[in-house]
Nanobody, 125 residues
């Protein structure tokens, strides 16, 4: 069993930065690929970024490529999402999840994935 807790969300002006953290407890986190996803009310869940178990491979949605950076510290059982040049359309709740599956050209949480409760990011104009 793995428990995931996101933190780092908040209110920021457009163009600003935030760093989200996804802290894991329980089973060894380093055995999982980990992803960040976001979902606004009434909208479908959207893939944001993913990172391999070792941290050597990363993947990004086109909408955040060049602005967001995913990283991990397996010694701390934590995955990070550095978000720069934030835009109002980045406003929503961000979730981390593991493990992942890659189908139809995108990453998704596996059927038995662990999820955190999310952290709200609000970007003002």
């Amino acid at each position: 069993q793995v428990q995931l807790v996101e933190s780092g969300g908040g209110l920021v002006q457009a163009g600003g930065s935030l760093r989200l953290s996804c802290a894991a407890s329980g089973r060894t986190f380093s055995i999982y690929d980990v992803g960040w996803f976001r979902q606004a009310p009434g909208k479908e869940r959207e893939f944001v970024a993913a990172i391999s178990r070792s941290g050597l491979s990363t993947w990004y949605a086109d909408s955040v490529k060049g602005r967001f950076t995913i990283s991990r510290d397996n010694a701390k059982n934590t995955v990070y999402l550095q978000m720069n040049s934030l835009k109002p359309e980045d406003t929503t709740v961000y979730y981390c999840a593991a493990p992942l599956t890659y189908t139809s050209g995108t990453w998704s949480p596996s059927g038995l994935a662990y999820w955190g409760k999310g952290t709200l990011v609000t970007v003002s104009t």
